[in-house]
Structure formats: C-alpha cells, structure tokens
T-cell receptor
C-alpha cells in the first residue's frame, strides 16, 4: 500500500525564516504528488501539485516543491515565511499501487510562524 | 462555482447514538470520496463513489458505517451505533474524473465527537 512520511510534525519559525518541510512516499509506480494546506478554521486547500514534467513545482503564496524521483521525496519550501502561513500542511500522493481513486496523506505538519 | 459542502460542521453525540453526515459535491463531479482524520493521525480514505455506485469501500472501518449516494448527487455517511473511536473529522471530496491529473476538491469537514 502507498504511504507518505512527513518528517516534522510541529515546526515553529520566526517571520522571514526559510521553510522546508520534508515528505517521502513509498514507491509504487507513477504517482501524482500534492501539498495541501489547512489554515485555521478553513478547508483543505491545494497548495501545489506535481503530475509530470518539470520536477520543480511552484504553487500559491510563494511555495514551491521539488520532486526527486531517486529519493522518493517531494519537499515543500518557502524562502521567507509570513505569520499568515501558520497552518497545517499535508503531503499527499495518489496513483501508483494505491490507484488514482484514493489520496494517501501524510500525518501533517503544523507550522507556527511567530511575528 | 460552489465548492464541496458538508453538513453539519460539528456534531456531538453519545456513544450508541446514530449520526448522519452529508456531503454535497461540486456540481458535475461524478466522483465523490469520504475520508476521516482521527485526532493525531493521518487523513485516511474511507470510500469512493462514481455516481451512485460504490467503487471502492476498502477503507470503511466496519459495518457500523453506511454510505449512500442516491441519484448520484449528494452523499450521506451514517454511523450507527457510534463508538468513542469514531470521533474525528470526516472529509468529503469530489473530482470530475478518478484518473491521472484530476485533483480532488475537499470540503470543510464535519467534526464528530462521540462522548
């Protein structure tokens, strides 16, 4: 079965610090990769996605992620975080051995940005 | 365009009672999914409908959970009788297709607390 590991469960940063959240997925064939974000009191929203092509993916709000196939990784980055980035971030995958019908999520990383 | 909606947003019930959660997908989306997040754990897939047919219910925890999608529009998820371990956030998602490159759009979730 497909699985997703997120390395940090709780991250605290000061504003303007750089962010990198780790994500690894288990091998299972061709997959789609996602980062979702849930701001306090809001829906899960898609931050960015990788389906194919350029492995460096740019998303909303200045986020980007790099797909490294050889490492089964899809780390999320942002050069300078803002207080408004405080949220929970989920790495997710579909496809591969799990099929495209279900999305497999990591446990989530709570990011707290201190002004 | 309206997003995925869920009702209620919160539900508190006693062990042994019945609760029914509702999900309205994005109009035109034939694919509807239910997921659940138990506190501190990953968001996990429960089941997938294509129109009114259950395509995959491999994630349903046990036979106390019953999902329906009559007419292929909205869906309900009934828990009867509820147990303490059923507490969590139940997410619904919908997509136009269940295949490569079609993303799932998530609703705000229903927080279920069983006391």
């Amino acid at each position: 079965a497909q699985s997703v590991s997120q390395h940090n469960h709780h991250v605290i940063l000061s504003e303007a610090a750089s962010l990198e959240l780790g994500c690894n997925y288990s091998y299972g064939g061709t997959v789609n990769l996602f980062w979702y974000v849930q701001y306090p009191g809001q829906h899960l929203q898609l931050l960015l996605k990788y389906f194919s092509g350029d492995p460096l993916v740019k998303g909303i709000k200045g986020f980007e992620a790099e797909f490294i196939k050889s490492k089964f990784s899809f780390n999320l980055r942002k050069p300078s975080v803002q207080w408004s980035d405080t949220a929970e971030y989920f790495c997710a995958v579909n496809g591969g051995s799990g099929g495209y019908q279900k999305v497999t999520f990591g446990i989530g990383t709570k990011l707290q940005v201190i002004p | 365009e309206a997003g995925v909606t869920q009702f209620p947003s919160h539900s508190v019930i006693e062990k042994g009672q019945t609760v029914t959660l509702r999900c309205d997908p994005i109009s035109g989306h034939d694919n509807l999914y239910w997921y659940r997040r138990v506190m501190g754990k990953e968001i996990k897939f429960l089941l997938h409908f294509v129109k009114e047919s259950k395509q995959d219910e491999s994630g349903m925890p046990n036979n106390r959970f019953l999902a329906e999608r009559t007419g292929g529009t909205y869906s309900t998820l009934k828990v009867q009788p509820a147990e303490l371990e059923d507490s969590g956030v139940y997410f619904c998602a919908s997509s136009l297709r269940a295949s490569f490159s079609y993303e799932q759009y998530f609703g705000p979730g229903t927080r279920l607390t069983v006391t």
